[in-house]
């Protein structure tokens, strides 16, 4: 093949590359999207059960002062609704299925790009078994670092109001209605960035498979882009530093050990990155693959320079 040849070939490989892309990423939104709906949804119906059953239990409770002990029963019982097995169990539909999608979409992407059909093989079924467990994880995780705070901190102020129960019913209703409004914030955040790491296990994957050594980072550039993904824009990375970190993160997660599984995956903030210094070949393995904070909206693709 002359070096002309050569050219024309490599230019209408990357144009295809950039045509599937941009249709990869309607299939990813509209599964994002369902994970989203499926997640928030059952939150929202969930809460509706466990306000249910905290307001028949404040009745059954009879007139009177609300006490610390009286807050600790309602807290058991709303943690029957939203407490880490429940919220597990009703967005476990969901979150299974479209974690399956998802990797699997991740995976298709690339072989699209690259012209060739992707076949699992067990190690790649494995892995999506451990991510579909993990994702259950965080969201059973939800009760430890949010919920259940926001609900102790709401319980605490009707006993230093000195409130009574049965002047609790309207405001109990109204402010346990009230979080679960704010709460959904936190549910379309969780469900984004359990998709985009998702799609991008699948990615390595599908890398692979494919027999791709090496892809290229790409953002989306604008005035909302973090400072993270302007340095890693056009970035090389080398396909077993990507397997590298996803093995680490699913080897944590499979052993439920959050601080090394946040760890193999770094979640940086705009103010504490500086990789000016560092070649490609150098980054760390914790940054090798997208997302690099939440809502991040940077992927990669096959490298073929």
């Not at 490989?13 to 892309?21: K, M």
């Not at 610390?68 to 029957?80: C, K, N, P, Q, Y």
């Not at 882009?225 to 944590?252: F, N, P």
């Amino acid at each position: 093949m002359t070096l002309a040849e050569d050219a024309i070939k490599s230019a209408a490989t990357r144009r295809l590359a950039r045509s599937v892309v941009i249709k990869d990423a309607e299939a990813y939104e509209r599964l994002y999207g369902e994970l989203q709906t499926g997640m928030t949804n059952a939150w929202s119906e969930a809460m509706r059960e466990g306000i249910a059953a905290a307001l028949d239990r404040l009745r059954d409770l009879g007139p009177g002062k609300f006490t610390r002990e009286d807050g600790e029963t309602i807290m058991r019982v709303l943690e029957a609704s939203v407490g880490p097995e429940a919220i597990a169990a009703a967005m476990r539909e969901p979150v299974i299925n479209l974690t399956d999608a998802l990797f699997r979409t991740g995976a298709e992407e690339v072989g699209q790009a690259a012209g060739v059909a992707i076949a699992f093989a067990r190690p790649d079924l494995d892995a999506l078994d451990v991510l579909k467990t993990g994702n259950l994880y965080w969201v059973g995780n939800s009760w430890n670092i949010r919920t259940q705070n926001t609900i102790a901190k709401i319980l605490e102020d009707y006993f230093t109001e000195g409130m009574t129960r049965e002047g609790l019913t309207q405001r109990f209703a109204e402010d346990f209605a009230g979080m679960t409004d704010r709460s959904r914030h936190y549910w379309e955040m969780l469900a984004d960035h359990t998709a985009t790491k998702t799609r991008e296990i699948g990615r390595v994957s599908g890398y692979e498979r494919a027999g791709i050594e090496r892809v290229q980072v790409r953002a989306q550039i604008d005035e909302n882009t973090s400072e993270i993904c302007r340095q890693m824009h056009g970035r090389i990375i080398e396909v077993t530093k990507m397997r590298a970190q996803a093995t680490e993160y699913l080897d944590a997660i499979s052993k439920r050990d959050e601080p090394r599984a946040k760890a193999a995956w770094a979640m940086n903030s705009d103010d504490d990155v500086d990789l000016s210094e560092i070649a490609d070949e150098d980054l760390d393995a914790s940054i090798a693959s997208p997302p690099y904070h939440f809502r991040c909206r940077t992927i990669t693709v096959a490298y073929f320079g």
